[in-house]
């Protein structure tokens, strides 16, 4: 086992890292999850009835490195990863507790498991309905064109992680149901998709985590984009949370050279490629297999970037951003976004009020250099747009929220400021009003239009 190691700095390259078998346990396995059989039985009971409804996945890079097991129950990886019993409503709890306690068999675990999930917002700011572009009549699946110049896409073999997170907003996408679900392998329609939309700048691939994909099944949808017809495609995205998860990926796995080369390929056909990376704590940054692999990484000439939400019982100290921060910047990753977690899944639990996000983002920058400050936030991403919280302050006697668009399904809409009453509660853009006594934000009309039409402007461009 590798000691936990809190100094900054890269790993030497004359370092020798063994390989590790990728070794998971879900739902299905808690009870033989070693390090478990410490704590109380009715946590683990617990565990398991919030992991019937929610996803859960770990590994035993995650359980033997990274999770600090003198500091659970606080410690924020063992959060991060582990179900905990608060993430569903006593109610909820209570039915599926009921179930497990008098031995119900799968299916009917399951029935109840869909009926809650039901109630959990399964597919926020409208990315069903209003993302999935249609072309000849046809929907698109595993496409989202939200924003003029960024296409996501979802290859069907990146759908799944090297472990799942608590809070996950794409949860839908690993648990039963398959109507709810986004993905595509088809790399044709994703060609053919980029070469008639040339205002797209920017591909983000995005899942589960496109970072499971063997590097051979990687390389059909990225290596085409060198020719000339994908010029106009100047970055390549790639959100993941396999630098946290496994980062053996890009040290000692079979291909992890094999997905370096693919990547240096791109950067030297004159991409500029992009790792998303998802991170919520410093911790993540501490062992060296995981500064290893971000050395390896950005040795092919690739940036890397940091995103990720503010929660409850994770992060929710400006301490842990200042920290994740300059933390990040020492080993030459560009901190993104700060989101505000989304109305999905375990929100209960994570949620953290706006004005108090806004306090941690205010009192993090200012103890991280300029090189820090690159993080914007904190940011809703809404059914309009993403909506930055710039901060809180009084206009003419009237307590209100200074927002901004980030991004707009009208790019019309982006660095306006627009004005929202205080309100000391709320965690989530559908819960604020227009300040000053207005009875719609600027955008409503319009946005409401779009609705109707259930198109989006991108296409009338
Ligand atoms: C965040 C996001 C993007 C990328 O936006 P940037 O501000 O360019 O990072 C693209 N599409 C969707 C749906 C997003 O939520």
Known sequence: M???????????????????????????????IERLRKLPREDRFAMQVVASVLPFRVNQYLIDELIDWERVPQDPIFHLIFPQRGMLSDGDFERMAELHRRGADKAEIQALANELRQGFNPHPAGQLALNIPMEDGRRLAGLQHKYRETVLFFPSQGQTCHAYCTFCFRWPQFVGDKELKIASSEAGALHRYLRHHRQVTDLLLTGGDPMVMKAQN????????????????????????????????????????????????????????????????????????????????????????????????????FH????????????????????????????????????????????????????????????????????????????????????????????????????????????????????????????????????????????SR
Do not use: C
């Open 2 to 32: 590798l000691t936990i190691n809190h100094l900054a700095g890269a790993t030497k390259r004359s370092q020798v890292f063994r390989a590790r078998r990728f070794q998971v346990y879900t739902d299905r396995q808690i009870e033989s």
């Open 218 to 317: 990687m390389a059909p949808y990225l290596a085409p984009l060198l020719a000339p017809d994908f010029d106009h495609v100047q970055t390549v995205r790639i959100g993941t949370k396999s630098l946290t998860f496994w980062p053996y990926r890009f040290v000692t796995d079979a291909d992890a050279d094999e997905m370096l080369r693919l990547l240096e390929r791109l950067v030297e056909g004159g991409k500029h490629v992009a790792i998303m990376a998802h991170y919520n704590h410093a911790q993540e940054l501490s062992t060296d297999i995981a500064r290893e692999a971000i050395r390896r990484l950005r040795d092919t000439g690739v940036e890397i970037r940091s995103q990720g939400p503010l929660l409850r019982h994770i992060n929710d100290d």
């Open 320 to 459: 842990a951003w200042a920290d994740l921060w300059n933390a990040q910047v020492g080993l030459g990753i560009i901190p993104y976004y700060m989101f505000v977690e989304r109305d999905t899944g375990a929100r209960r639990y994570f949620e953290v009020p706006l004005a108090e996000a806004w306090e941690v983002y205010r009192n993090a920058i200012q103890r991280v250099s300029g090189l820090g400050r690159t993080a914007r936030g904190p940011s809703m991403s809404a059914g309009p747009g993403k909506v930055e919280i710039q901060g809180v302050t009084e206009i003419q006697g009237e307590r209100v929220f200074v927002l901004r668009f980030l991004q707009g399904r009208n790019a019309d809409w982006v660095q306006r400021p627009f004005f929202a009453r205080f309100d000391p509660e709320a965690t989530w853009f559908d819960r604020l009003r227009p300040a000053f006594g207005e009875s719609r934000f600027f955008f409503e009309d319009e946005y409401e239009a779009m609705q109707e039409r259930r198109v989006r402007t991108i296409d």
